[in-house]
């Protein structure tokens, strides 16, 4: 189990740190994703348009996340015990809960989709100013690439040599960055079949985009491109869904 959710909380432990303190591994990983995941609820439901999931999610990370930070605020793990500002973060991160919260009321949806946004990005700042990098971080660069590609193209688009040869581009990066994910996923979630299973889907929808892209006959049309993007979106936001920690959008189905 600690694997699973340590790759979810995107925090990896020294567990001889953890052992001096009187807290596992297991209990700091578990806490973290039982904290986390309403956030990665609230952040979907926000940017699907249901206002009042959100809300709900939103109002539920608020309170465990109080709880989490009266149980590690003063007592944090290495590395993030020497981390001088470990109490900051957990402060900005309840702020900007907060003002989630405040903005769903109010039915300000942009405004809360940024909010739960940087609640993703303080918590991938906090994983890089000391110097961890997990399964988040390699979901994160997947949908940068995803992202990308997402923006480069309309389905009635006309598909000459040079925009072929950047979608080429992009469906490589794509695949290489899915690649990372599933080699990571197994030292991650060894014990869980979901993550392993999630991540293969992810990588064999990428491989299929990159293959039509690839293709020269016959060659590929922008409709079937996009069909193929659409899955590897859809994939990713399952994945993110389950196992986001710092995502800071999400792709919707068009249409």
Do not use: C
């Not at 740190?17 to 439901?45: C, H, I, K």
């Not at 196992?243 to 800071?248: E, K, M, N």
């Amino acid at each position: 189990m600690v694997k699973r959710w340590m790759a979810v909380a995107g925090l990896v432990l020294a567990v001889s740190g953890f052992a001096s303190r009187g807290v596992s591994a297991d209990e700091f990983a578990d806490a973290l994703n039982e904290t986390m995941q309403p956030w990665r609820e609230a952040t979907w439901y926000s940017r699907t348009g249901n206002i009042g999931v959100a809300s709900l999610g939103v109002d539920e990370f608020r309170g465990r996340w109080a709880t989490f930070v009266a149980r590690f605020e003063t007592d944090p793990p290495p590395p993030y015990a020497r981390d001088p500002a470990w109490k900051e973060t957990l402060k900005r991160i309840a702020a900007l809960a907060e003002t989630a919260e405040a903005a769903l009321a109010n039915e300000s949806t942009a405004e809360a989709r940024a909010a739960l946004a940087g609640i993703g990005a303080a918590m991938a700042d906090l994983r890089r100013r000391n110097e961890v990098t997990d399964l988040a971080d390699y979901v994160g660069r997947y949908r940068e690439g995803v992202e990308a590609i997402d923006a480069m193209l309309s389905p009635d688009a006309q598909l000459d040599d040079a925009k072929r040869a950047t979608l080429d581009a992009a469906a490589r990066r794509i695949v290489a960055a899915v690649d990372e994910l599933v080699k990571y996923a197994p030292q991650s979630g060894a014990d869980d079949k979901v993550l392993l299973e999630m991540a293969e889907q992810n990588r064999e929808g990428a491989a299929m985009l990159a293959a039509a892209v690839a293709r020269k006959t016959p060659p590929s049309s922008a409709l079937e491109i996009v069909g193929l993007i659409r899955v590897v979106r859809s994939n990713y936001n399952l994945l993110f869904l389950r196992y986001g920690a710092d995502s800071h959008s999400l792709f919707l189905p068009a249409g």
